[in-house]
């Protein structure tokens, strides 16, 4: 199955670092979701986005749904320690057409904040 | 609290047997889905449901099984087909239509000896 193409796949930095992850994908998607994930444990929704060019914030976190809707960015300011997970994008392509909840996950991005 | 709760947390089976992991939702969402989540790796669907009664294959349904008899529930079964079945699983559900959120469970960390 096709899975979206997540940058980086790890991260390692200090803490009250800003932190910029990206999601593509070579189809356009309808949705995108931000999601992240502690070790164990299910992944918990960050953040949602519906439409091209719509910017999203969470708290520090702020995610973009991308103009050319084939990709999508979260960044995380001033970085702390609970920031540690792993941050997974998802999206639904367009061609699904709205028939099903079905999302593409991607490959996840490791982040590790040093106090 | 609404939410959807998975058990057990860890299983462990002998090579060749069957096992069924638990999921159940009270968040009154249509759709149920089953993912597989190996190191190092994304998501991987399993199956999904968007009613009773009624499933889907995903992308690795192979060697597993899956019921929707009630709304609330979707057990998911590996059978002995599965030929690498030591993996985390995770349950999800959502509404159908509008928004495509999914929210997930805490998962099962299932390993096969």
């Known amino acids: 199955g096709q899975q979206l193409n997540q940058s980086p796949q790890s991260m390692f930095i200090q803490e009250g670092e800003d932190v910029s992850m990206n999601c593509t994908s070579s189809?356009?998607?309808?949705?995108w979701l931000w999601y992240k994930q502690d070790p164990g444990e299910g992944p918990v929704l960050l953040i949602a986005?519906?439409?091209?060019?719509e910017l999203t914030s969470n708290g520090r976190l702020t995610a973009q749904f991308g103009i050319t809707r084939k990709d999508s960015f979260l960044n995380i300011s001033a970085s702390i320690p609970s920031d540690v997970g792993i941050y997974f994008c998802?999206?639904?392509?367009?061609?699904?057409?709205?028939?099903?909840?079905?999302?593409?996950f991607g490959t996840g991005t490791l982040l590790a904040v040093q106090p | 609290d609404g939410g959807i709760t998975q058990s057990p947390k860890y299983l462990f089976r002998k090579e060749g047997q069957n096992v069924t992991l638990s999921c159940e939702q009270n968040?009154?969402?249509?759709?149920m889905y089953w993912y597989r989540q190996d190191p190092g790796q994304g998501l991987r669907l399993i199956y999904y449901?968007?009613?009773?009664?009624?499933?889907q294959k995903g992308d690795i349904a192979e060697g597993y099984s899956v019921s929707r008899e009630k709304k609330e529930s979707f057990p998911l079964t590996v059978t002995s087909a599965q030929k690498n079945p030591t993996a985390f699983y995770l349950c999800?559900?959502?509404?159908?239509?509008?928004?495509?959120?999914?929210?997930f469970g805490p998962g099962t960390r299932l390993t096969v000896l």
């Open positions: 999800a559900s959502s509404i159908i239509g509008g928004m495509n959120e999914q929210f």
């Open positions: 189809s356009i998607f309808n949705t």
């Open positions: 986005l519906y439409k091209a060019g």
């Open positions: 998802a999206g639904q392509p367009d061609h699904y057409g709205g028939a099903t909840n079905k999302l593409i």
């Open positions: 968040l009154n969402h249509d759709a």
């Open positions: 449901s968007q009613i009773v009664n009624d499933f």
